[in-house]
Nanobody, 128 residues
Framework: EVQLVESGGGLVQAGGSLRLSCAASGFTFADYAIGWFRQVPGKMREGISC????????YYADSIKGRFTVSRDNAKNTVYLQMNSLKPEDTAVYSC?????????????????????WGQGTQVTVSS
């Protein structure tokens, strides 16, 4: 059974940091690109990053570039999202997703239907 489990969310003050983890099981982790998304109630889901399984190439959305860093440890079947300089507008439910395609991030990594498996999400709240 394929599973993605996010952890590490919580409440933090503006300017603070959090590190999210996405632990995967049930598939050959290194063969999959992993995307990070976030969603605020009433708004569209936003794709913010993708890291390829084949060569660990990375994409970032402009909204997080320079503040967030994604990495993966294939030996641990885990992808990390290090979030620094957090802002209140970063408040959202953050989810990871796995793309069963080529193992590389698509140029349209932000397009949620490309992904085949999703975690349940973890809440990040940034207070001002």
């Amino acid at each position: 059974e394929v599973q993605l489990v996010e952890s590490g969310g919580g409440l933090v003050q503006a300017g603070g940091s959090l590190r999210l983890s996405c632990a995967a099981s049930g598939f050959t982790f290194a063969d999959y690109a992993i995307g990070w998304f976030r969603q605020v109630p009433g708004k569209m889901r936003e794709g913010i990053s993708c890291i390829s399984g084949r060569d660990s190439s990375i994409y970032y959305a402009d909204s997080i570039k320079g503040r967030f860093t994604v990495s993966r440890d294939n030996a641990k079947n885990t992808v990390y999202l290090q979030m620094n300089s957090l802002k209140p507008e970063d408040t959202a439910v953050y989810s990871c997703a796995a793309d069963e395609g080529s193992g590389y991030c698509s140029g349209s990594y932000y397009y949620a239907p490309y992904y085949d498996y999703w975690g349940q999400g973890t809440q990040v709240t940034v207070s001002s």
